[in-house]
């Protein structure tokens, strides 16, 4: 969080260090300079015996100061020890949850609300100190990554504690900007001088040697004014370095706008229609941080927090800096660094694939391939199955004679390299590019809509004769029902078997060899979240093993639980050959990707010579830090909040009352809503990427700290696997508002 005036955090390593006191010195100097000081201590234990706010003015008892304390508790232990005994917590302390959230609350308030031009917020103990409720206190204090003032330990053993915590501190997203402590017997400050040399500065103080009972009662005699006189000009050194710092780092946001304009590419972007980069402070669990200097400048608080309503481009699940992740990445990179893979195992990849094996590819997949992204992903599971399928290629061959096309879905999208875009029918996203040559047929599909608060199949023209309607409706009682295998026994099923083997009989006499049949199983992500009928999904699936076509599942957008369940073929209950996953495979931290595959698609490029194996690697193929952090984020799905063991299933929210309000406004074409995917489609004759029909919703959106982006006229929510009923009700209801006026 970045604040109108300097804010900072002062943490140490632990307690009785001298964090109080060097706050006090940092406090006198800045009313010195005139300047108002807000001075909080969010958790005061041992009070009234010790109190630090208490303190702190007492040393500086000028009208310059305020001094603030946010929880108080009698018993001088730490903070998750002295809450239970004072507020008569016994055993369960479910129902004080909110606690930290609520001080973290107040502490926004104060600086939003604060007419003081320097703010100081005191930890207790130390950064790893546990909080009311036994959290981390660093990570309780993450939400604003205020800069750390750090207070090292002057005693034997301090340099390692203190390099340990900053350590920590800086693992945790947070920035130090410099270090106190006392000149100590131990001369700590020699080695720590030297060890941060390049990164801040290191301020000595002299040693309290006049005061040999440094208890609070004896302090609060005073016994420091002279050793605060004597210290006087080293901390007016401290403070304009703190000021300094402050405005230098607004200093380098806006150099850094300017440079982004003139130096940096964006995918996806049209620059020509594109305004002032929104700089990131930073994110945090489902938030984004964003800094507007320019619109805030008559308030406090410079920073907007935002919903990452996109997930941030659909790789958030567990939400943005979790510390697992952080520490899984950390220790992974310390070990390996990065080691070459074709060959070679570590521990990370054989446990990660055992994972995969066991979760995604549970009851049908034999290996794992791993490369970087979605995209490649895709090109590879290509390559498996046309060498499957087809065989290798022998130019004396008639089939390789004939060219391979993919049988797919329009309105599909595998990714932006150029086979993975081959793969697809035209669209925007090709239309310009001159190696793109569709390699494909490519089949109209029924896609379910929510309407005035039921279900129906959309049906395409090339569906429709005499006797069809273009919308079937559906009589369920919630979505999961159209996934029933009970709809194979409808006359829809017989429409769609209808369809699909006249599309076969044309296939089987075409001068092309059908590869593969590659989709995006139920959804339907880039193109527009289309929710493809399941029951479609399934009988294409099964016509094509009838035929010994491999089936290749895209779930870069729906695998590990993105729609509930850990993989969208879960929810059609049929299984793929090939399946490609990325995206919230590392939970959002960093790429890699992985294409599973059955055993004999792995026998087709068995054998003794080289180039009959499967030649395709990335440099940093299955890298150990990738892999770790996959590990981690699988282990952390299952224990986030809306995770439901009991199913293996991920139960979101949503309130259905206003999504079912939403479906009966005449501004929307379509609603959906499953798994952690929200998604409404504008009413828009224009209805694909060039359409600027949400324009103006999408800018109403983004004003109330939703960060949203479109795919053309339809406007979608991804929640976090952690994000409260409260807030998606908010969330829903701030939408419900807008389209409201927007009819």
Not at 130 to 148: E, H, Y
Not at 671 to 699: H, M, P, Q
Not at 714 to 739: A, P, Q
Request: negative net charge.
């Amino acid at each position: 969080m970045l604040t109108k005036f300097p804010s900072y955090y002062v943490m140490s390593s632990n307690t009785e260090i001298g964090k109080t006191v060097f706050s006090t010195g940092i406090s006198i100097a800045a009313v010195r300079e005139e300047l108002r000081l807000l001075y909080l201590k969010p958790v005061q234990t041992g009070f009234p015996l010790d109190t630090d706010s208490s303190f702190v003015k007492n040393y500086n008892p000028s009208d310059f100061i305020i001094t603030k304390t946010i929880f108080s508790m009698s018993k001088p232990v730490s903070p998750h020890r002295a809450m239970p005994v004072d507020f008569n917590i016994d055993g369960n302390m479910d129902s004080y949850h909110f606690l930290d959230k609520k001080m973290i609350t107040i502490i926004e308030e104060e600086i939003h609300l604060s007419k003081s031009q320097f703010v100081l917020i005191e930890g207790s103990g130390g950064a790893a100190s546990p909080s009311l409720q036994g959290q981390l206190q660093c990570d309780v204090f993450r939400k604003f990554r205020l800069p750390v003032i750090f207070v090292a330990d002057a005693k034997l053993g301090g340099i390692s504690t203190s390099i340990s915590t900053i350590s920590l501190l800086e693992a945790k997203g947070f920035e130090v900007v410099c270090i106190l402590l006392f000149e100590g017997k131990d001369e700590n400050y020699i080695f720590l001088q030297k060890y941060y040399k390049n990164k801040f500065p290191v301020f000595l103080f002299k040693n309290i040697v006049d005061v040999q009972n440094l208890n609070f009662d004896s302090l609060m005699k005073r016994p420091l004014d002279f050793w605060y006189q004597e210290n006087e000009e080293k901390f007016s050194e401290v403070f304009h370095h703190l000021m300094s710092y402050h405005v230098s780092k607004i200093e380098m946001i806006n150099e850094q706008i300017e440079l982004a304009k003139k130096n940096i590419w964006w995918p996806f972007t049209q620059h020509g229609n594109q305004g002032e980069a929104q700089f990131i402070d930073s994110a945090f669990e489902d938030d984004i941080y964003f800094v507007d200097i320019k619109n805030h400048q008559s308030k406090n608080i410079l920073t907007e927090r935002h919903y990452d309503a996109t997930a941030s481009w659909w790789t958030q699940g567990i939400g943005h800096a979790s510390p697992r992740l952080t520490q899984a990445a950390a220790a992974a990179a310390g070990r390996y660094g990065h080691v070459m893979f074709p060959g070679n195992i570590h521990e990370p990849v054989v446990k990660l694939t055992e994972k995969l094996l066991n979760t995604v590819g549970k009851g049908w997949a034999h290996r794992v391939f791993f490369s970087d992204n979605g995209s490649t992903a895709v090109e590879v599971a290509l390559k498996m199955a046309f060498r499957k399928a087809i065989g290798i290629k022998d130019n004396d061959n008639i089939n390789s004679q004939k060219n391979i096309f993919i049988l797919g879905l329009k309105d599909s999208y595998h990714g932006d390299t150029h086979a993975a875009m081959d793969a697809t029918s035209e669209n925007t996203f090709k239309k310009h590019e001159h190696w793109y040559n569709p390699r494909g047929y490519w089949l109209d599909y029924p896609a379910i809509y929510f309407k005035n608060k039921k279900y129906y199949v959309a049906m395409p023209d090339s569906f429709l004769d005499e006797s069809l309607s273009d919308f079937f409706t559906i009589e369920v009682n919630s979505v999961y029902e159209l996934f029933s295998e009970k709809r194979l026994e409808t006359n829809l099923a017989n429409i769609y078997i209808n369809n699909i083997e006249n599309h076969m009989k044309f296939i089987e006499n075409a001068p092309f060899l059908i590869g593969a049949l590659i989709i995006e199983p139920v959804i339907q992500g880039a193109g527009g979240m289309k929710f493809v009928d399941p029951l479609y999904q399934k009988i294409l699936i099964r016509e094509c093993k009838k035929r010994k076509i491999p089936i290749i599942f895209d779930e870069v957008f729906t695998g590990f639980w993105r729609l509930g369940k850990a993989s969208a073929s879960q929810l059609l209950d049929e299984k793929p050959d090939i399946s490609c996953f990325a995206k919230l495979l590392t939970g959002g931290l960093l790429p890699l990707s992985v294409t599973l595959s059955g055993e004999e698609f792995f026998q087709a490029f068995n054998g003794d010579s080289l180039s009959s194996a499967l030649l395709h690697g990335h440099s940093y193929s299955a890298h150990p830090v990738g892999c770790a952090v996959a590990l981690e984020a699988i282990d952390e799905t299952r224990v986030s909040k809306n995770f439901l063991k009991e199913t293996n299933s991920l139960e979101i929210n949503w309130n259905t009352e206003i999504i079912n309000e939403i479906s009966t406004l005449s501004n929307i074409a379509n609603v959906i809503c499953l798994g952690t995917l929200f998604a409404f489609e504008l009413n828009d004759v224009d209805a694909d990427y060039n359409s600027k029909r949400g324009y103006k919703i999408i800018s109403e959106i983004k004003r109330l700290s939703i960060d949203v982006r479109p795919l053309g006229n339809v406007i979608y929510i991804l929640s976090g696997f952690n994000t409260s009923s409260y807030i998606l009700k908010s969330i829903l209801e701030k939408i419900l508002s807008i389209l409201k006026k927007e009819q």
